[in-house]
């Protein structure tokens, strides 16, 4: 969320998506970077708080940081014991998944996500920034029309 945005300010924004109840993480980013101003984004509801010019690793750190999956006590879980791909509240389900035409199709999808989760954090990890690029853009593709809100 860009905090300084014109008519309505990242603060003003966030407050009103979670009055809406928003949920998912908010993550401010600012030109401000004196004291206080990351307290003024917590207070308006941000998860987390970066002064710009923003520094592109720390950047995705905190982004993974945010959306990883957490037990109850806020605990990192691996991405592997996790029942079902989810978005926030929602559990993602394929719109083929009545289909028997498209069932081998989707196991072997869904067999290989583990894999290649682990390609993309291993290439963050490593500063590949173009083969991450590439591992999240061959993902994309198959990924899109078959996974929809349920």
């Known amino acids: 969320m860009d905090m300084n945005m014109p008519e309505m300010d990242g603060y003003e ?9 928003y949920r998912q993480p908010i ?3 600012t030109a ?3 004291s206080g101003d990351s307290d003024r984004c917590l207070t308006a509801g941000c998860n ?9 690793a720390r950047l ?3 982004i993974l940081a945010l959306t990883r999956p957490h037990t109850a006590d806020g605990l990192d879980i691996p991405a592997s014991s996790v029942d079902s791909p989810s978005r926030g509240d929602e559990t993602i389900v394929s719109q083929f998944i009545g289909d028997p035409e498209m069932a081998e199709i989707l196991r072997e999808f869904v067999g290989r996500l583990p894999g290649q989760l682990e ?13 991450l690029r590439r591992l999240a853009h061959m993902l994309k593709g198959p990924a899109a029309p078959t996974a929809i809100p349920y």
Not at 13 to 21: P, Q
């Open 60 to 62: 995705i750190q905190t």
């Open 32 to 34: 401000n970077a004196m």
């Open 119 to 131: 390609a993309m954090r291993q290439a963050m990890d490593g500063n590949r920034y173009d083969e």
């Open 27 to 29: 993550l401010a980013l």
């Open 48 to 56: 987390a708080y970066m002064a710009k010019p923003i520094d592109r």
């Open 13 to 21: 924004a966030t407050r009103l998506l979670r009055d809406c109840g």
